[in-house]
């Protein structure tokens, strides 16, 4: 099994905590979630909870890493003694 950290909203958060079933951990529910949506994404549908329309594409998620990345870099500065 691979185990692999992420951040996820808050919302995000809740709604995976609201689907799961009794018992499920989160992890599971998560994993569970992931392979319908995929399921249903590979069949040509989507499901409601995945979300509806068109977004604005991969390049925003790229600009989301560089942002983070440049503030990370910034802390990391501030951050180090001066000498």
Do not use: N
């Amino acid at each position: 099994m691979v185990r692999r950290t992420v951040s996820l909203p808050e919302s995000t958060d809740a709604l995976v905590r609201e689907l799961a079933t009794d018992g499920e951990s989160f992890s599971a529910a998560v994993t569970r979630l992931i392979e319908t949506g995929a399921a249903a994404s590979r069949a040509g549908s989507r499901l409601g909870y995945i979300g509806s329309g068109e977004g604005p594409g991969d390049e925003i998620g790229l600009k989301a890493d560089e942002i983070v990345r440049e503030v990370i870099a910034e802390h990391e500065r501030k951050e180090r003694p001066q000498g």
